[in-house]
């Protein structure tokens, strides 16, 4: 039996209804205040040295090191894992890399591998070979029985090594969210370690988290691990190396307060239709990040006052996505030429071990033509007359925003720090 695509009618073109009062609103450039830190000059220099100045005691020669490579989008990822090696191998120990990602890359060796290699962290570019398998051993179990995994190659070596950026996460609040411990509770432990953290609600995933990552420390084998912070124009603007007690200690902690004040949530109250140009796994781990769009809904964690955004449009996922659209139901209305790009195979894989944060994020939006249908559908369907001014925001993602571009509704009342550049 043939396949059948069921979005080929819509990518033909289709007449919609649309009222023919319906005006979609002439758009103006506004740039929007945020904090700028300096950006690191030499970010693989600066890597180096972090390791070799805080690891210098805690690595002894012929040590073997399994360091982290994630799936995300970090600005600079190549220099952060080529100094991150450098520094190890200047301490006498024998780095290697594995895909520390959890489910993601369709939950298969060689997706992991084909992920990294595809974010440019190939074996020539960071200088170590890696080493990919899904297979996991059970290396420790925390105090009420949660057991603790690390992929077959990470268990084999002397140390393990997380490398990521710190952020905000997108499914939990809590004193740690993303960053060097989840990638050593959840990226390390591939698909079953990815399941037992996002499988519950937010309250006990961050409990979990904390739990976890104590009892992996308690087993001697986490040697410590590097942090970046981005700025929200994607620059470098820290990289710091933790040992083994600041891994979810106060060192980690105090770097996400920080990441924290540099990952601003739009700062207009009330939005009619948000339009994201791009979403993808490279842009946040939901493809569009709740905490810019203030869209997280998860049961059991509130969304936030502000901003209250009615209908979402996405028009496209970056190609290294490479499919997965895991929090595509975040956004209500989607291009047909998107859909017809989506892989669901890896999104349900990913969706799967998300638990509760990942039924409604895997959701279908209503799929139409192309980007002026779903925009003149989010207006109709927005709560608003057809003759109503209409608070309309468009930004290129989540991760980019600093530009964007407003509606004459919006215009009129811009908050402080928002100011006009054009149309």
Known sequence: MASVNPWEQLSKGIDLPFNPGLVVPELHEVLISVPTPAAV???????????????????TPGMTVAVGAGS?????????MRGTIEGLRDLGAEPFVVPAMGSHGGATAEGQRKMVEELGMTADAIGAEIRATMETVEVARTPDGMPLYLDRHAASADRILPVNRVKPHTCFHGPIESGCTKMAVVGFGKQPGAAQIHSCGPVEMRDRLLRGIDALRGTGRLLGGVATVESTTGEVVRVEAFTADDVGGRAERELLDYARQLVPALPFPTIDVLIIEQGGKDISGTTMDPNVTGRFWIHGLDDPAS??????VLLDIT?????????????????????????????YV????????????SRMPMVLPDEQACIKAALSMCGRGVDE???????????????????????????????IVGA
Not at 340 to 345: F, K, Q, S
Not at 350 to 361: E, F, K, T
Not at 393 to 419: F, K, Y
């Open 72 to 80: 995300r989008g970090l600005s600079d990822r190549v220099d952060v």
């Open 389 to 419: 001014p209409k608070k309309v925001v468009r930004i290129r993602s989540t991760l980019h925003m600093t530009n964007c571009w407003v509606s004459e509704a919006v215009l009129a009342d811009l908050p402080p720090g928002v100011t």
């Open 307 to 312: 901003p209250r955004v009615s209908n979402i």
């Open 319 to 347: 190609d290294v996505s490479g499919g997965n659209v895991l929090g595509i139901g975040l956004a209500d209305f989607i291009p047909a030429s998107l859909a017809n790009t989506i892989d669901w195979h890896k999104t």
């Open 41 to 59: 000059g030499d970010v693989a220099k600066a890597a180096r040295a972090a390791i070799v100045e805080r690891l210098a005691f805690d690595v």
């Open 350 to 361: 990913n969706c799967l071990p998300a638990g509760p944060s990942g039924v409604r994020r």
